[in-house]
């Protein structure tokens, strides 16, 4: 039997990520080696016919879906167009499925729901399916009962429904034992899950893109070492989720040991030359001193890549970042979440105070590692005052990376509950994809904020980081991010210039947005005697569909064009998927001086003008530059220093802070 699983990423405005369990089901499918597996990702919302392409092209006796609550909106029509052409069984996995099972079974296109792990489930279902036997002993699976096929669905009495009832997929059962219909639904036993994550296969990474993924990540590869998280944050999805499926006896966090991750990792960087980073997916990735000291150990000597993770602020003690530092972690992130400590401790489930929230980002700044704050307004029981000490914390720890969202009610959370209960999920009457994301607009309605104050004090939080993120940077000596405060900027009516941190495909994760037609002016600009500058112009990935050709960039010191590149963005014309390039400005004849340098951009008439252009760490560097040995690409080898000239003298003001100009 063919298994066709599908996954969407059109919910974010990020670069592609590989599905980490989609790794594993392909892992166990092959392993048992009774079935075959296929995988298709969807980087933008597809179109009927673009669905039943792939369908025709791959022909499965079964297909699979995960979904995140935000993805529900985009996968609920794939499935949709599956099944208005093919009678093929449908099963829904992930963490929506496991909390709004009622409801994702609501949806005529879908069959089956899984909770739980599901390396077992899947070949489990497929023997059934291909024998032809009951479904009651498959594992973790909710299946519909009606008259015999598999395809009925159930009448609908007793449906748990929420304020978007006339919506299909978001009816919530809540907790696993919560009893589901028997009259409507098969419930199949509820297996333990692995103990010991060693006894899994291999997660195999060879069906997904990864020469793609990682091209536009920048070289990050995501792996885990665990499963599972032992706090209980009432706002996440996850805890709730690994309490709810850890089994009887189970543990609520399960680990790979330290020389299986390593061995994984070691011999995916010996598959994927591009590999420049490696980014662990854990929860929490703060283990045992003893599994700790036996990562830093092996892990330094057999892989070597630099680890991006995260860490819960409570855990950075300096024993547990010095093994960390040790092992290879670089990139902390750390959920600050609220800077009130009230909102913190008794809505959140936070219990830290502020003091000891500021300690644990300079801890770790102390052991070498840059920190990414993790920031979350219009949580409910906020007010303005309470987002405004969000806003001062951040200002106060000053992380190297800020990324904000706004609350939502993810169901199967006590906020979520908490949210329903008190009628504060409201969703207008027009919005065809709900729930959307979280980086637009809050779905609460609470009630002692507007919508506009918790979207402006999203947008603050957001400048803010903006303005730090360049400025903690490395940097030569004038970057026009950590300057753009002096910058006299000159845009379109309506348009914008920002700063953004975006993926890491992007150099240093950070980058200055501008519209075409857009003039940035620094006036004064002290050039080093051997003078040189970094330009490096792009597309910001989430805009490829939209992509034109023709983009003019050009860069003039005292009225002179130092540089000029016109560059064509469509797809077809860039075959190796990139959406930026680096090039090397000679600037030795205005060497010593102080001058005026006009940053501009322009693309053809007919060209759709949006927020996509951009400039990303381009600065001026006090060093010769080589054209050759600036250019990018994956040919240097896993372990080449991407940026050797941020090597370079710093500003002189290392204190100078970047103003994000926003409309």
Known sequence: ??????????????????????????????????????????????????????????????????????????????????????????????????????????????????RGDGEETICSLADALEEGRPLDQVPNLVSKRGD???????????????????????????????????????????HQPAQNLDDLPWADYSLLPMDHILLRNGGDFYHASARGCPFTCTYCCSPMYAHEFKGDNGKVVRRLSPDRITAELKAAAERYPDM?????????????????????????????????????????????????????????????EAGNEQIRRDVLRRNLSNERMIKAFQLCREHGMRTLAYVMVGVPGETEATMNDTYEMVKLIEPDYVTASIFFPFPGTPLYTECEKNGWIELDAADEDIPGDYYERSWVNHPNLTRDQVRRAFQRVLALGASITPRRLPRGAYDFLAHLGDAKVTVPDGARVYISSVAASYPEGCWLF?????????????????????????????????????????????????????LDFRAEARPDGRCWEEHAVDLSRHGGRTVTVELAIDVPADAPNHLGLGWGRSQIVDTALDPVRREFSSKGGRRARRHPVFRSRPLADPTQTAKAVFA
């Open 1 to 114: 039997m063919k298994i066709l699983l599908i996954w969407t990423d059109c919910t974010t405005n990020e670069c592609p990520r590989p599905h980490l369990g989609f790794t594993y089901l392909v892992a166990a499918i092959r392993r048992q080696g009774r079935h075959e597996a296929a995988v298709q990702i969807f980087w933008k919302k597809p179109t009927r016919q673009e669905v039943w392409e792939v369908m025709e092209r791959e022909k499965p006796a079964l297909v699979g879906a995960t979904s995140m609550t935000s993805q529900w909106p985009v996968v609920y029509p794939i499935l949709t167009a599956v099944r208005q052409k093919y009678r093929v069984p449908v099963v829904v996995g992930g963490i929506h499925a496991a909390f709004a099972t009622e409801g994702v079974l609501s949806c005529p296109a879908v069959d089956m729901v899984c």
């Open 148 to 190: 015999g096929s598999l395809y009925t669905r159930p009448g609908g009495a007793g449906l748990t429904r929420l304020p978007w009832a006339d919506r299909p997929g978001y009816a919530t059962l809540g907790p696993l034992e919560r009893d589901l219909d028997a009259d409507h639904y098969v419930v199949g036993p509820v």
């Open 276 to 336: 420049r980073r490696v980014t662990l997916l854990d929860d929490v990735f703060a283990p045992p001193l003893p599994w700790l000291e036996r990562f830093a150990e092996v892990y330094p000597r057999e892989v070597g890549l630099p680890i991006n993770a995260m860490l819960r602020p409570e855990s950075a003690r300096p024993d547990l970042l010095r093994l960390l530092r040790k092992a290879g972690v670089e990139d902390v992130m750390l959920g600050l």
């Open 514 to 566: 501008a519209p075409a037609g857009s003039r940035l002016v620094y006036e004064n600009v002290r050039l080093p005697e051997r003078a040189g500058a970094e330009i490096v112009p792009g597309l910001q990935a989430a805009l490829d569909e939209f992509a034109p050709s023709g983009v003019r960039y050009q860069m003039k010191v005292d009225g002179d064009v130092a540089w000029e590149k016109t």
